[in-house]
Each structure stands twice: as structure tokens, then as C-alpha cells.
Nanobody
Framework: QVQLRESGGGVVQAGGSLRLSCAVSGMPVSVNTMGWYRQVPGNQRELVGVISGSGITNYTDSVKGRFTIARDWPKNTVYLQMNSLKPDDTARYYC?????????WGQGTQVTVSS
């Protein structure tokens, strides 16, 4: 079975950095596209960025130049490196993938950026 587990969230001051991790079991991270999303309570979930099975990344405009998605194949983990954080980045962050025609989500990890 596929399981995703996010970690690394916390409270950080504006301008600071965090690295989120998505540990994947049941599927090699090189197989398919992995996505990072974020959600503020009461709002719809927003796509932050994706990394394809071949390593190609894309990001939403609001995080371009500040966030980077990377993979660590030996650890079967996908990372979201978040730099120059802003209060507007405050949200719960989720990782996601689709595998064998099924979608999978992690439980999320909270990121709070103070002003």
C-alpha cells in the first residue's frame, strides 16, 4: 500500500526557512509525480508545486524563486525547501501522488510564519 507522511512544519519568523519532508512507503518516489499542496482553514487546497517522476519541477507563481522540491531516492522521501517565508505562506502543507489510478494524501504538517 502507498502511505505518505509529512513532517518538518513549525513556527518560523518571516524571512526564515523550513524544510518539509514527505516520507513515502509502498511506491518509489521516482515512479510518478509528487505534489505539494497547502490549505488555510476555510479555503480550498492550493497546489504549491510538483516534481515529476523524471525530476521536472513546476511551482505556483507565489512561491517561485523561494521554494524548491527535491527527492532523496535512498530515503524514498520528497522535500519542500521553503526559503524567504512570508506570513501568507502560513497553511497546512500536504503531499500527494497518484498511483495505479488512486490518489493518496498525507496527514499534513502545519507551517506558521510570524510577522
Amino acid at each position: 500500500q502507498v502511505q505518505l507522511r509529512e513532517s518538518g512544519g513549525g513556527v518560523v519568523q518571516a524571512g526564515g526557512s523550513l524544510r518539509l519532508s514527505c516520507a513515502v512507503s509502498g511506491m518509489p518516489v521516482s515512479v510518478n509525480t509528487m505534489g505539494w499542496y497547502r490549505q488555510v482553514p476555510g479555503n480550498q487546497r492550493e497546489l504549491v508545486g510538483v516534481i515529476s517522476g523524471s525530476g521536472i519541477t513546476n511551482y505556483t507563481d507565489s512561491v517561485k524563486g523561494r521554494f524548491t522540491i527535491a527527492r532523496d531516492w535512498p530515503k524514498n522521501t520528497v522535500y519542500l525547501q521553503m526559503n524567504s517565508l512570508k506570513p501568507d505562506d502560513t497553511a497546512r502543507y500536504y503531499c500527494n501522488t497518484n498511483y495505479r489510478s488512486r490518489g493518496f494524501w498525507g496527514q499534513g504538517t502545519q507551517v506558521t510564519v510570524s510577522s
